[in-house]
């Protein structure tokens, strides 16, 4: 089954919302009865205004608590934008788009904040450092180390430590930002912690991860990791819930934006939740992704109260009158649930410091929403939704509430927003932004340009299909999501495409297709995409193929070369095998496929199935994979970026690198292992890791 909007194209879905939302113009949802939790006015100061919002009480507004791509300055004439493709930062005058400078950083600078007295600090995700500017001269002033690939920063409420993810790592760094010294490093008990938001209390952090639903709390003082808050795994949040529909069990994934309520009371956290399917019966007659799950994944933003650390998100009770009323009502609810259905990758949050206000910026639809902060769930009360440029990256809004900065990362441009704009417009779930003015150029030639925005934009109906998914979705930044999904087929791990496939053909678990082109246009129609023209699929190959952003691996250090080296003799010789399959003349893989005892009987049952009598009519939009001659045997995957990329086999059952080569190899299919020592088996595990 499909939702209306799984099965219109986007520019369809818009005048779709465009004609749905020609009703009165302060439509807000009703109010309803939730449970036992009501709407949160603890921070609330009044009425409703005119916008249909809360105003908020007076609180200290510190912008710096959580990091994003872009920022104001001290004044907000002019704003400093994170250029990751330049390596560098453009400071722009807002109301005229001039870039007054341009300060060239590290590698793949990714988010910023600036402090009080204008410092400005950039985590550079390429080069492992944090760049300290100076924008009144235009220059970088310092540049410190500050782990593996550096993600989220923000500064304390006094704006006396940096805090900095190093996401390789797993770690929280702290910086006394004043002298740029290291003062701890914890690790955040989580893989690739991305987002950090303080507390306006100052003893307080949250630490949020790319896998994975964990959220950790950090002691700023201490150093120390002192407790975890969980994202749900069933409730997807949508509007929807409110008219009683339910969610299959979900993953909560990619939680890459963080943002404390500007009082301290709740905390708001930017996500996904991914239906891969696991709950569902194994069928070769359904294909897609998640097994035909209605909408596989979904974006939305998960609250905590952070007095008594719960999740925020009850059971609604809504009762609907009958009648005119009832049907308004319906109507208003389905309306906010398409418009939130729109959103994918969630990347961004900023908190208005004037109204009950959540901004939400979704890369991969080009959007940013306003959701009311005030509801007992805000994600299930949308207000306003407005159309960017190219991947909105971040958000930043004026002291004022009235307008905000937006950074468009594909389109190297930022939009300006008036978040007042909608208190009289009915069609707010397709706004305009004010203006937008580029501040930079994209250093990727044409057809690499034309694959990024298509790896990318999830509205795209021939790519993907009503589901609303994108490359993107499960491959951010050409990587990987961490879950094994379910196909017509079987289990699917999801693989690692960055500095992946150039010379690792075929490709697929099961070697079917010998050129990424073939298996781009296979994949589209799994995705359920229409389908691409061939020049279209050609730029989004030659995107994958050799324009991603690489990997910085944290194993590659000298403290262990000695146990590395051993591993490499181990990994090469003839007594162990592993070189066989994994030929570093071809990038790691031979090309080939083998069976190594991962297929489950239920696997190989529904083969044989397959083959006696196939299904007639398979889900609409889906090829299934041709059945290999070897149904139990799966392409060898190329060993580059092994430690980034479990969990592994095609099914996801082995955990770790370790697991590999012990619990995970029986009968020493997979390389000669069980014969080895500890030290030996250690030393496989130090090189297979630096590869």
């Known amino acids: 089954m499909h939702t209306l909007t799984s099965v219109l194209s986007p520019t369809l879905l818009a005048s779709v919302l465009l004609v749905a939302t020609a009703a009165p113009a302060r439509s807000v949802l009703p109010p309803m009865r939730v449970g036992t939790v009501p709407d949160d006015l603890r921070e609330v100061a009044g009425a409703r205004d005119t916008t249909g919002l809360m105003p908020l009480k007076a609180f200290e507004h510190r912008p710096w608590l959580t990091g994003s791509s872009v920022a104001f300055l001290p004044g907000e004439r002019f704003a400093v934008v994170a250029d990751t493709e330049n390596g560098a930062v453009q400071v722009v005058e807002v109301a005229t788009g001039v870039v007054h400078k341009r300060i060239a950083v590290g590698r793949r600078p990714e988010r910023l ?55 390789a790592t797993g770690e929280l760094l702290a910086f006394d930002a004043e002298r740029m010294a290291l003062l701890f490093r914890v690790p955040t008990g989580a893989d690739w912690p991305a987002a950090v938001a303080a507390h306006p ?22 150093g120390q990791v002192v407790g975890t808050l969980a994202l749900p795994t069933s409730d997807t949040g949508l509007p929807s819930r409110l008219l ?39 069928s070769l007659a359904v294909g897609g992704y998640g097994v035909g799950a209605e909408a596989p994944i979904v974006s939305t933003v998960s609250t905590f109260d952070l007095d008594s650390g719960s999740l925020v998100r009850p059971e609604p009770k809504f009762d ?20 939130v259905q729109s959103l994918a990758q969630p990347i961004a949050l900023a908190a208005d410091p004037k109204r009950a206000r959540l901004l939400l910026a979704a890369h991969g639809s080009d959007r940013v929403m306003a959701l009311d902060s005030s509801s007992a769930d805000p994600i299930g009360r949308p207000d306003a939704c407005y159309a960017t440029k190219e991947a909105p990256e971040g958000i930043a809004v004026a002291s004022d509430g009235s307008f905000a900065v937006v950074h468009n ?25 004010e203006r937008t003015f580029e ?12 694959g990024q925005r298509l790896f990318t934009f999830a509205l795209d109906a021939r790519v993907g299909g009503g589901a609303k998914f994108a490359c993107a979705s499960c491959h951010p930044d050409g990587r990987q999501d961490g879950l094994v999904w379910r196909i017509g087929a079987g289990p699917r791990q999801t693989p690692i495409l960055a500095d992946r496939l150039e010379g690792t053909a075929p490709f697929n678990w099961i070697g079917t297709e010998d050129k ?41 250090t000298t403290q262990r070369a000695a146990l590395v080296a051993e591993g490499k003799v181990l990994f090469e010789s003839t007594e162990v095998g592993c070189a066989t399959c994994h030929d570093a003349a071809r990038k790691l893989t031979d090309g080939l496929r083998h069976d190594v005892g991962t297929t489950t009987p239920i696997e190989i049952e529904l ?4 083959e006696q009598q196939p299904p007639a009519q398979p889900q609409a939009n889906i090829t299934l994979e041709p059945l290999p001659k070897a149904p139990v045997a799966y392409d060898t995957p190329s060993l580059r970026h092994l430690w980034a990329s479990g969990p592994y086999f095609h099914d996801g059952s082995v955990r770790t690198i370790r697991e590999l080569v012990t619990s995970g190899n029986p009968g020493n299919r997979m390389g000669q292992t069980s014969q080895l020592s500890r030290h030996q088996r250690d030393s496989l595990v130090a090189y297979l890791e630096t590869l």
């Open 516 to 556: 990424l082109f073939d298996n781009v246009r296979q994949t589209i129609r799994r995705l359920g995409g229409t389908g691409l023209p061939d020049v279209d699929i050609q730029a989004l190959a030659t995107y994958c193929e050799r324009y991603m952003p690489g990997f910085d691996n944290p194993h590659r």
């Open 201 to 222: 209390d100052g003893k307080r952090a949250y630490v949020t991860h790319m896998l994975g639903g964990r959220v950790a709390i950090v002691d700023v003082a201490r």
């Open 607 to 610: 083969w044989k199935r397959f």
């Open 113 to 167: 904040v600036v402090g009080p007295k204008a410092r400005v600090y950039v985590t550079n995700r390429g080069s492992r450092t944090v760049s300290v500017l100076d924008v009144e001269r235009g220059v970088e002033v310092r540049s410190v180390d500050a782990g593996v690939e550096p993600f989220g920063l923000a500064l304390t409420a006094d704006a006396r430590r940096l805090l900095v993810t190093s996401s």
């Open 244 to 282: 009683g529909r339910r969610s299959a069990p979900r993953v909560p994934n990619q939680a890459f934006a963080a943002v404390v309520s500007p009082g301290g009371t709740r905390l708001h956290v930017a996500h996904m939740m991914v239906d891969t399917g696991s709950t569902r019966a194994a």
């Open 439 to 450: 501040v930079a150029k994209s250093p990727l030639p044409a057809d690499a340009r034309r």
């Open 320 to 339: 609907i009158p009958n009648g005119t009323q009832a049907f308004q009502q319906r109507d208003r609810i389905q309306q906010a649930d398409f418009a």
């Open 409 to 433: 990362a594909q389109g190297f441009s930022v939009s300006v927003i008036r978040l007042a704009a909608h208190a009289q417009d009915t069609t707010r779930w397709a706004l305009p932004a």
